[in-house]
């Protein structure tokens, strides 16, 4: 029975993986059109697709109803990974800033 469920494992996640190798076509709600588009990344704010113009990544508020729900997309979880993501950045340039004493001013070199 255990092997059963591991070949149902590895199934799903090998179809799971041919959805995103398959081209598809792509159009947002602007209008921009993506087509023979592979999709190569899905994040928490959107999809990364490779088509014949190059790479670039859609944000899913650019993409029409289904195609969010096909990737599951959710508004919380992007927000929330926004935010984490911001937290990170912050701490790295709050990691390089330098203090000004008062009364000194920044000059360029």
Do not use: C
């Not at 899913?60 to 993501?85: C, D, G, I, W």
């Amino acid at each position: 029975m255990t092997s059963r469920k591991t070949t149902i494992a590895i199934l799903t996640a090998l179809s799971a993986s041919l959805a995103l190798a398959l081209a598809d076509d792509f159009k947002t709600v602007n209008g921009n059109e993506y087509k023979n588009a592979t999709v190569t990344g899905v994040e928490p704010d959107g999809i990364t697709v490779k088509f014949s113009g190059g790479i670039v990544k859609i944000p899913f508020t650019e993409l029409p109803k289904e195609v969010q729900e096909r990737f599951h997309y959710n508004q919380e979880n992007a927000a929330a990974s926004h935010a984490a993501e911001m937290a990170a950045f912050n701490r790295q340039i709050n990691k390089y800033k330098k203090p000004i004493r008062s009364g000194e001013t920044w000059r360029r070199n």
